[in-house]
């Protein structure tokens, strides 16, 4: 089997990317929070006076959980295509790599969800929820579908693992 080389470069691009922009957003954060400036830079046009500063840090201690889980989970799949390398297939490391990837996905997107709807009813003061369906691939659904199938492919390895050892046993 050929090391999938592609994946691994963008996957490897992605997780810089990220990490980066997290590293940014952190940092931000903390001299903003060292001088004890205003907090409108994140993401809200104009805040409203009455805005409680306790809701806005909430909201922006879930982005920040949001975004780490999906650095974290970038990172658990750049080491799992990096375990393809060494042509052993259905590892302890793959199969733990490939669950806890798709549990992260779809713990981000699920907060990513929870934050929109928290932003909106705080800030805007209206509740709204918005589940329709995008035709991106940034759509919710189509991100906790492939986290899913993450968790699935695990599954799948796990007893490709077990059928394996049961093989080399028999005779």
């Given at each position: 089997?050929?090391?999938?080389?592609?994946?691994?470069?963008?996957?490897?691009?992605?997780?810089?990317?990220?990490?980066?922009?997290?590293?940014?957003?952190?940092?931000?954060?903390?001299?903003?929070?060292?001088?004890?400036?205003?907090?409108?830079?994140?993401?809200?046009?104009?805040?409203?006076?009455?805005?409680?500063?306790?809701?806005?840090?909430?909201?922006?201690?879930?982005?920040?959980?949001?975004?780490?889980?999906?650095?974290?989970?970038?990172?658990?799949?750049?080491?799992?295509i990096r375990s393809?390398?060494?042509?052993?297939?259905?590892?302890?490391?793959?199969?733990?790599?490939?669950?806890?990837?798709g549990r992260l996905?779809?713990?981000?997107?699920?907060?990513?969800?929870?934050?929109?709807?928290?932003?909106?009813?705080?800030?805007?003061?209206?509740?709204?929820?918005?589940?329709?369906?995008?035709?991106?691939?940034?759509?919710?659904?189509?991100?906790?579908?492939?986290?899913?199938?993450?968790?699935?492919?695990?599954?799948?390895?796990?007893?490709?693992?077990?059928?394996k050892q049961e093989?080399?046993?028999?005779?």
């Amino acid at each position: 089997m050929r090391p999938p080389i592609l994946l691994k470069t963008i996957l490897d691009i992605c997780f810089i990317f990220s990490a980066f922009s997290l590293v940014v957003f952190l940092i931000s954060l903390i001299i903003t929070f060292s001088t004890e400036t205003d907090l409108s830079f994140v993401s809200i046009e104009k805040p409203p006076e009455d805005l409680n500063n306790f809701a806005l840090w909430g909201l922006i201690l879930i982005e920040v959980i949001k975004t780490c889980a999906f650095v974290y989970g970038l990172y658990v799949l750049r080491k799992l295509i990096r375990s393809f390398f060494g042509n052993k297939l259905y590892t302890k490391l793959q199969i733990t790599a490939l669950n806890l990837s798709g549990r992260l996905i779809c713990l981000s997107v699920i907060l990513g969800a929870v934050s929109e709807f928290l932003k909106k009813m705080i800030v805007d003061s209206r509740i709204e929820l918005n589940f329709g369906f995008e035709f991106s691939f940034s759509s919710f659904w189509i991100i906790l579908a492939f986290g899913i199938f993450l968790i699935f492919l695990s599954k799948v390895f796990a007893n490709a693992r077990q059928l394996k050892q049961e093989n080399e046993l028999t005779i």
